[in-house]
C-alpha cells in the first residue's frame, strides 16, 4: 500500500538546491547576480579551495532590511517580481526566489546586511536550511554572504565535486563571464588569497577584454555598434587571424544576461563564412540590449537558454551588423591587379 506524505520544507529545499547549485560556481552566479540586481558598484569574490570550503561575496548594494532577512531564504520569495505578469518585462537577472534557499539548504550560510536607511545591520547564520541565529550588529552598507563547506550535509553530492582547482577553474570562469557583461561593476576575485581579476567599472569593455584574454585578442578587435527602436548591440568582434578551433570564444550577452542561443551563433558565423576556414569559430564580445517584451527569459532554472520572439528580425539584425564590421577594408585580402 503507498504511504503517502507531503515532504518537509526542508527536504523540498534540498531537492530544488540540486536544480540550481551544482558546484561552487553555481553559487557564485547567483550571489554575484544578486549583488548585481542590488545596484552595486563594486562586489568582491573571495574563494578558499576552489570554493567547496570558502565563498564570500561582498558587495556596496542596497542591502535588506532586517525584518526581510528571513525571508529572503525561503522558497519562492523575491522583491523582483510580483506577479507572472512582471516575468514578461523582467529586466533583473534574479526573479525565481530560488537561489538563498538553495544555498542555504545545503551549506552553512552568514549573511551581513545593512540598508542605506537602518541604523544598525544585521547578521543571520543558517545551516543547512535551519535559522541559527538573527541579531543586530554594526556593517558598511551593502552585503556579505559566506557560504562555507557546499554539500556538507550531503555527502552523495559532494562525491561529484572536482578537485579544488578545478572548481575554482569553473568559479574564475564564470566571474570574468560576469565581468564582461557588467562593464559597470567593478568586480574583484580573490582566490586563495591571491588577487585574480580587477575591473574598473568603467563601463570600458575592451579593457576588460585585454584583462581576461591578452592583448593578441585585445589588439584585433573590431567595433560593433548597431542602434533599432527595439534592439542594441554594442561590442567587438574579433578579425579572423584571432580565430579558434572551438566556440568558446563566441560571447554574447543579452539585457546582461550571458546567454546562449542557436539563432545568435549561426548568424554571426554565415557573416564571417567568407573569411574563416572550415572548424574555426571567431571572437567575439556583443551586448545586446532588447527590449524586454521581445523576450522569454523564463525558460530553464539557469538561464541560460532564452527565446526570441522574432529569431528571424534578431538572425537578420545580427548578420548585418557582422557582416558589416567584417567589411573593414583592412580585412579584405589584397588582389594583385597588375598582369
Ligand atoms: P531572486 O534573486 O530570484 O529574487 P534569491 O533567492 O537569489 O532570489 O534572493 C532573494 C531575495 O533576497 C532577492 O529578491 C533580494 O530581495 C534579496 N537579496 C539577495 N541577495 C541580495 C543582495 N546581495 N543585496 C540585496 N538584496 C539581496
Ligand atoms: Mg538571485
Do not use: W
Amino acid at each position: 500500500m503507498p504511504n503517502i506524505t507531503v515532504l518537509d520544507q526542508n527536504t523540498i529545499n534540498k531537492i530544488a538546491a540540486g536544480e540550481v547549485i551544482e558546484r561552487p560556481a553555481s553559487v557564485v552566479k547567483e550571489l554575484l547576480e544578486n549583488a548585481i540586481d542590488a545596484k552595486s558598484t563594486a562586489v568582491t569574490v573571495e574563494i578558499k579551495e576552489g570554493g567547496t570550503s570558502f565563498i564570500r561575496v561582498t558587495d556596496n548594494g542596497c542591502g535588506i532590511p532586517k525584518e526581510e532577512v528571513p525571508l529572503a531564504f525561503l522558497r519562492h520569495s523575491t522583491s523582483k517580481i510580483k506577479s507572472v505578469e512582471d516575468l514578461f518585462t523582467i529586466s533583473s537577472l534574479g526573479f525565481r526566489g530560488e537561489a538563498l534557499a538553495s544555498i542555504a539548504a545545503v551549506s552553512q550560510v552568514e549573511l551581513i546586511t545593512k540598508t542605506s536607511i537602518g541604523l544598525t545591520g544585521t547578521r543571520f547564520q543558517i545551516e543547512g536550511g535551519e535559522e541559527r541565529s538573527l541579531e543586530e550588529i554594526g556593517a558598511p552598507e551593502g552585503t556579505t554572504f559566506i557560504a562555507r563547506n557546499l554539500f556538507y550535509n550531503t555527502p552523495a553530492r559532494k562525491k561529484f565535486l572536482k578537485t579544488p582547482s578545478t572548481e575554482g577553474a569553473h568559479v574564475a570562469e564564470l566571474v570574468e563571464k560576469l565581468a564582461l557583461s557588467h562593464p559597470e561593476v567593478s568586480i574583484r576575485f580573490i582566490q586563495n588569497n591571491q588577487n585574480k581579476l580587477h575591473t574598473s567599472g568603467n563601463h570600458n569593455l575592451k579593457d576588460i577584454v585585454y584583462t581576461v584574454f591578452g592583448r593578441e585578442i585585445a589588439s584585433n578587435l573590431l567595433e560593433v555598434t548597431v542602434n533599432k527602436p527595439q534592439v542594441s548591440i554594442h561590442g567587438y568582434i574579433g578579425k579572423p587571424v584571432i580565430a579558434r578551433g572551438n566556440r568558446n570564444y563566441e560571447n554574447y550577452f543579452i539585457n546582461g544576461r550571458y546567454i546562449k542561443s542557436s539563432i545568435i551563433s549561426r548568424a554571426i558565423e554565415e557573416a564571417y563564412r567568407p573569411f574563416m576556414m572550415q572548424h574555426k569559430y571567431p571572437f567575439t564580445m556583443l551586448h545586446f540590449t532588447i527590449e524586454s517584451e521581445m523576450l522569454d527569459v523564463n525558460v530553464h532554472p539557469t538561464k541560460m537558454e532564452l527565446r526570441f520572439r522574432d529569431g528571424e528580425m534578431v538572425y537578420h539584425m545580427v548578420y548585418q551588423a557582422v557582416s558589416s564590421a567584417l567589411a573593414h577594408k583592412e580585412l579584405i585580402p589584397e588582389v594583385e591587379l597588375e598582369k
